[in-house]
């Protein structure tokens, strides 16, 4: 579905046409979330959104706390208060922002921030921010100093996709002043937080002494940088319809042919990978990791099983295939009793479903590959290596010891869904159903 366009607005009034735009390229939302701060722009996103009845009904503002300030709890409680003033339904979300990933703190809260909005959104619904022009601007050049390609150079897109819904910025057009003064005017009442005049933190550096002298040299700094965001959201839209013919011909998104990768240009084959990793929901692998991807695991020997990681993604190679996943736990270990028809596994496994006939689950267990297990697949029959049941039906190097195993009194009687034991006329002693699971093959 296309997105819909960027809307310059030079007056608060115009945000609700620029929703209505909104609606009627994506169709009406079922239900509609506002990031809520609490501050003086997602203030004024607050007051025009529940200042329409059909807008207020399906509104819920949002306060996701980070827990970084000693004052974020009580901030958090006077957001729901100001929500209620607006005859608005508040959610409060805690997260932990993670400071030893080795991002900034901006970047970290960034991320825990948008994982948990996009977890609210189901589809049809819409997440609001109050992203206003100066942040624009402000992406646009941290984005630069960060060495960044056309995504990062078309900073912040009015609607992109979040989750199973969308995110979208209705005050792009406005600059701050503007909005301040609208604010006052409607005598709105805000939250000032002190984290915006430290200068530590590169947005803040960025607002406060860099901006103020390059608009003192070129004082249409905006409409400069706007047009130059406009034709890096041009050349980026292009290079994912690029991406996305070529994941079609591959066959992806979760596994690229790696003969076909070769053929490619370097360039060509990174925006593929790119591209598939958007698809799936998946981070994008910094430059450093990128270069890996290429020199070590999709040229690599073709005898070799190489594979790379990033937080929160990884790729591995099998057999000419390149996979491309969330991150894997490691291989569980132990048994686990079977006390009932469903079983939910460790290390995101997914869920087994035990059909047991008549002995019923009595003496079931689940354990894991160790090396060395065999199965009697059928009573007249030799025991079969695991090892070579597993290789033989292509099941992926690092899923088969993440095979759920089921063990009655210690014999393995069935390998998940894929083998299992028969009785003398034939029939399985367990009927299986693995479901939740990484791809095997």
């Not at 809307?7 to 929703?19: D, F, K, M, N, Q």
């Not at 974020?72 to 608005?88: L, N």
């Not at 948008?114 to 624009?136: K, N, R, S």
């Not at 947005?203 to 040299?217: D, F």
């Amino acid at each position: 579905m296309a997105q819909p366009d960027r809307t310059l607005i030079s007056s608060p009034g115009a945000i609700v046409e620029c929703l209505q735009q909104h609606e009627a390229r994506l169709g009406a939302p079922e239900r509609v979330y506002l990031g809520f701060s609490g501050g003086l722009d997602s203030t004024l996103l607050l007051s025009v959104l529940a200042g329409h009845a059909d807008w207020r009904r399906r509104l819920t503002a949002v306060h996701v706390n980070h827990g970084l300030h000693r004052d974020s709890a009580e901030w958090a409680e006077r957001c729901r208060a100001v929500a209620g003033e607006f005859g608005v339904d508040f959610e409060r979300l805690d997260v932990e922002v993670d400071t030893a990933s080795g991002d900034s703190v901006e970047a970290a809260a960034r991320h825990v921030r948008y994982a948990a909005l996009g977890a609210l959104l189901d589809t049809g619904d819409w997440l609001f921010t109050a992203h206003h022009l100066d942040d624009q601007i402000e992406t646009l050049l941290l984005n630069l100093l960060r060495g960044s390609g056309p995504d990062g150079l078309a900073a912040m897109p009015a609607a992109r996709r979040l989750g199973a819904g969308w995110l979208l910025r209705p005050l792009l057009g406005l600059t701050r002043s503007t909005i301040e003064a609208s604010g006052r005017s409607l005598g709105l009442r805000w939250l000032e937080d002190p984290g915006n005049a430290e200068p530590r933190f590169d947005r803040n550096y960025l607002r406060r002494e860099v901006i103020p002298v390059l608009k003192a040299r070129w004082p249409d700094l905006e409409v400069r940088l706007l047009g130059s965001i406009d034709r890096a959201q041009e050349a980026s839209g292009l290079l994912r319809e690029l991406g996305a013919a070529d994941l079609a011909r591959l066959g992806g998104p979760g596994h690229l042919d790696v003969l076909e990768l070769r053929k490619l240009s370097a360039a060509r084959r990174r925006n593929l990978v790119r591209q598939a990793l958007r698809e799936l929901g998946l981070p994008l692998p910094p430059r450093s990791v990128m270069r890996s991807i290429e020199a070590d695991v999709i040229d690599a020997a073709d005898d070799r099983s190489p594979h790379a990681a990033w937080p929160g993604a990884e790729v591995r190679r099998y057999r000419g295939r390149l996979f491309l996943m969330p991150p894997l736990a490691e291989p569980p270990s132990g048994t686990l009793p079977v006390q009932g028809a469903r079983v939910t596994l460790p290390a995101g496994l997914g869920t087994l479903a035990i059909a047991a006939g008549e002995r019923g689950v009595e003496g079931l267990s689940v354990g894991w590959r160790h090396g060395g297990e065999s199965i009697r697949l059928h009573p007249a029959g030799p025991s079969r290596k695991l090892k070579k049941l597993l290789q033989d039906a292509g099941i992926v190097p690092w899923m088969r010891n993440r095979m759920p195993l089921l063990y009655r009194h210690g014999e393995l009687v069935a390998v998940a869904d894929r083998f299992a034991a028969q009785t003398a006329d034939g029939k399985p002693v367990l009927r299986v159903e693995w479901s939740g699971h990484p791809p095997l093959s």
